[in-house]
Structure formats: C-alpha cells, structure tokens
C-alpha cells in the first residue's frame, strides 16, 4: 500500500530530473554554439584586419 502512495511522487521526481537534465544540455549546446560563434567572430575579424 505504502508503495502505491510513493509510486506518483517518485514519477514526479523523476520527471523532473529528466526536465533539469534536458535543460542542462540545451544550457551546453548554446554555450558551444555561443563559443564557436564568438570565435568565428574573432576569426572574421582578424581576417579582416590582417
């Protein structure tokens, strides 16, 4: 019985975690694409100036 009531909680806690890691690798992935746009930034730029 007891296992019943805990069976909800333990889903939401679960849903959760997979909701905080898909934010965690959205966070990565722009903070690589924001990196690699910056260097490709500073590339043209010092393209343009050498």
Known sequence: ???MRHRPRARAIAV???EA???L???AFLAVAGA???AAG?????GVGG
């Open 36 to 38: 690699l746009a910056v």
């Open 1 to 3: 019985m007891t296992q």
């Open 16 to 18: 959760r975690a997979e």
């Open 42 to 46: 500073l590339a043209a730029l010092h």
């Open 25 to 27: 690798i959205r966070r």
């Open 21 to 23: 890691r898909q934010a």
